[in-house]
């Protein structure tokens, strides 16, 4: 298991590979794919409200409010699927976590453009654990000032964590991919401070 920081500076973010055999990724796939309420995702851009293609969903301990890209939402309560990824996800990277966003990219014609987590209401340089079902996809870091790529692939149940101050420093994406015709799940494991 990968346990070195893939950023040359300034963060940390640890990619520990596939955690899990393909058959047991495939069947959280299948089981998140089938048993989440996905919602198209409600983003504000240029002063403009934007409905994406990519659908979302937020859980968490509890009925959570998380705001981001200016468009409040409101946590669900956990599924038992969640609960499983969720241990999986604390055991890896030795933290506990109270909500998670999950995303649903449809093909790699959707992507996610340069962002980063830095919420207000996240835990402050708390770790962030990504967790990757389906298509594998690579995903990208691009240093703040410097400008400085990294780039990496996402098995199918593999899981990411970033760590540290790479929030700060570091903005992250998953770009466009249109030779991938297949979806890919993707759960981001945090920590909302109350």
Request: charged share 25%; aromatic share 12%.
């Amino acid at each position: 298991m990968e346990t070195s920081n893939i950023l040359p500076k300034d963060g940390l973010v640890i990619y520990s590979g596939a955690v899990m055999s393909p058959n047991a990724a495939d069947e959280f796939y299948r089981k998140l794919f089938s048993q989440i309420d996905w919602q198209p995702d409600e983003v504000m851009m240029f002063g403009k409200h934007i409905t994406t293609k990519r659908k979302v969903a937020w859980f968490g301990d509890e009925e959570f409010t998380y705001t981001y890209s200016k468009v409040r939402k409101k946590a669900c309560v956990w599924i038992p699927v969640l609960h499983e990824i969720k241990k999986i996800a604390e055991a890896v990277s030795g933290e506990n976590f109270n909500s998670c966003l999950l995303n649903l990219y449809h093909s790699g014609a959707e992507g996610m453009g340069w962002h980063t987590d830095g919420e207000r209401e996240l835990k402050e340089n708390g770790t962030i654990a990504s967790l990757s079902f389906g298509a594998e996809r690579t995903f990208q870091f691009r240093h703040k000032l410097s400008g400085e790529l990294v780039s990496i692939w996402l098995e199918n149940g593999s899981v990411l964590q970033m760590k540290g101050e790479t929030q700060r420093y570091w903005q992250h994406r998953l770009p466009v991919a249109t030779k991938v015709k297949s979806p890919r799940i993707n759960l981001t494991f945090r920590t909302i401070v109350r």
